[in-house]
């Protein structure tokens, strides 16, 4: 091992022994009171040292848990690499006055050892101490050396076990970001490249997990482990890692051919043993980074790697390179989240505005849909397209919906208020209603705004999404039988199916602005419009048309029996004072 490596090494090892670790750190408590027990001195601990603090692992009868190194007594144990004995605390100049000497917990015999690595790095210290002086006999002081290796002993192996991936036996992400760290530290100035490697769609390979347990899902996690390097054939100087569940990466200079294109047609066909007899075929996607070690860290090189992976994964590609534009544009939505994350617990620009629906009977306002808009301080004014799909992929999506529904109820108290009973409908998303709760939180909402829960509707899309998901069709049933009106919104466009209509529970539906659109001069939308709208009146669902934008358009939908209509003609969304100034006309009419 080179000079670089062993001082990365110890500095590695050193930074993960800080870190908590609730397993590791029970173990040590076992040492401690251990030491105490057979050295019989009543307190003892262990601690680790950095440049301006202590920090106090493990401990029996010790209740200090950090200190500032200048204060601490085993600085002198860590500097000087050798036991350190002092009888009486007291009596000694060098640390009569120190602070846990005349202060809590009144140190008046301390007797430590350094913990030493094999490379010969001090990691801290073993100590016993006593707030009583003591005699510590030379047989004692051999006792806590002996103690101490086994604590440095166990301390290693947790360590060596912490740079394997357990499953697949390969060397792990922080094996990767150590070597990384080993090729900066010696200045390396030849271009390398990393490789991430994603194979195995893990939601689906959980859910192969509920059905056959995680045994096969560790069988095909380790088929993998021996098909790569079977498939890539690494050299002496290619590495490969695991570096997350179903994620793998390869290490190599630039000069080599491994790059992502090559590592994807590789990976191209391949299939994986889940045990049984059973295999799954799958999808490779692949992202690079090029780097020159001495000019880019260890964690920056691997988030580039991970970009590239993610936008060629977003993109249904086999490989991406990293690149600095796309890279922009996912910090950039990075930006818009954490300011969205402010918005919404802050409530700062973010407000809702109202679309009436129009009852094409008697041409009265019937209900509102509530939309969410934000003025970003910066950017002006958002629609949803702009931050809803950024909030998807994030737990973010649930709070914006708490906050949707909190101020709709707001919205409805004020309109019962004013002598107005009208219903609003607010769109949530799959995910929202799929929450053994989601309907139970709504209701009681409701209930201590004591508003009837037939006032609030739910509208959802993601038609597809709802009937793969047991979860999202009972969260709508138990939205209607509290008594929520769901709608289906955009109904006529992707994965629209009359076959599909009677699995879910729903009221209303609303026809797409694509049908409609072409309603008044287009033959053939005309016939599909009167034909959806005859069956689903047929099946006794609410019917509503969205996007309606003139008196010709509107009218044609009466003469085909539709219940309500939505669009520009009767009104664009409304911000809270203006819809206000509707309803009050509107209503007087």
Known sequence: MSVVEEFVSGRVTLQALRAPDICRDDVLSRFTHLVSTTLDVPSSFISVLDDDFQYIKAAHNFVVAESVRADSICQYVFEGDAPLVINDTQQDSCFATNPFVIGAPFVRFYAGVPLTSQEGKVLGTLCVVDNQPREFSEEKLATLTLLSQLVISFLEAWHSVGYTDLVTGLPNRQQLLRDLQTLRAVRGSQTHRLVLIDCIDMPRAYELARSL?????????????????????????????????????????????FDAEWVAARMEGVRAEIGEGLSVDLTTHTGQALFVPSEISAQEVLRRAVSALHEAICRGVPCMSFSEQNDERRTDDFTLMNDLVTAVRHNHGLYLVYQPKICLMTGLPIGLEALIRWRHPTRGELSPAHFIPLAEQTSLLQEITEWVIDKAIERLKRLQGQGIQLPITVNVSVRDFSHGDFADRIETKMTKARL?????????????????????????????????????????????????????????????????????TDTASRIITKSIVTMLKELDYVVLAEGVENSETLEALKELGCDQVQGFFHSRPLPEDEIDRWLSWKMKV
């Open 213 to 257: 347990g995680m045994g096969p899902v560790e069988g095909l996690l380790r088929d993998m482990a021996t098909l790569l390097p079977l498939r890539l054939r690494p050299g002496k100087n290619e590495f490969l890692y695991t570096v997350a569940t179903g994620r793998f990466a390869l290490l190599s200079v630039e000069s080599h051919h």
């Open 452 to 520: 009837p829960t037939s006032l609030l509707g739910i509208e959802c899309l993601e038609t597809e999404r709802i009937l793969e998901s047991p979860a999202a069709i009972r969260g709508l049933e138990m939205l209607k039988q509290r008594g929520f009106d769901i709608a289906l919104d955009d109904f006529g466009t992707g994965y629209s199916n009359f076959s599909y209509l009677r699995r879910m529970p729903l009221d209303v539906i609303k026809i797409d602005r694509s049908i409609v659109s072409g309603l008044t």
